[in-house]
């Protein structure tokens, strides 16, 4: 079974840095774009940061300039770089194929921004 693992949350506060890292299985960082998804509580899963195979990237507005994404297809890791945190920023991260596709969810990790 697929499986992706998040790791690297926790509490920081405002104006601080996290880097979170997802384990992908290898065949599928090969064949896929990869992407990091937020959910904030009553709100919907979101897109923020998405990198194609040829390493091509977008971003949701919001984060522009302070998240940055990349991806490693030997070691099999995605990892994004999250700067200048926000309290709004506060989410569960996932990490998943862009677009998405029959890929489960991993279990996300949680980010907390607040002072």
């Known amino acids: 079974q697929v499986q992706l693992v998040e790791s690297g949350g926790g509490l920081v506060q405002p104006g601080g840095s996290l880097r979170l890292s997802c384990q992908v299985p290898?065949?599928?960082?090969?064949?896929?774009?990869m992407g990091w998804y937020r959910q904030a509580p009553g709100k919907q899963r979101e897109l923020v940061a998405g990198?194609?195979?040829?390493?091509?990237?977008r971003y949701e507005d919001s984060v522009k300039g302070r998240f940055t994404i990349s991806r490693d297809n030997v070691k099999n890791t995605v990892t994004l770089q999250m700067n200048s945190l926000k309290p709004e920023d506060t989410a569960v991260y996932y990490c998943?194929?862009?677009?998405?596709?029959?890929?489960?969810w991993g279990q996300g990790t949680q980010v907390t921004v607040s002072s």
């Open positions: 290898g065949i599928i960082i090969r064949l896929y774009g």
């Open positions: 998943n194929t862009d677009p998405l596709s029959a890929v489960r």
């Open positions: 990198m194609t195979n040829g390493g091509v990237t």
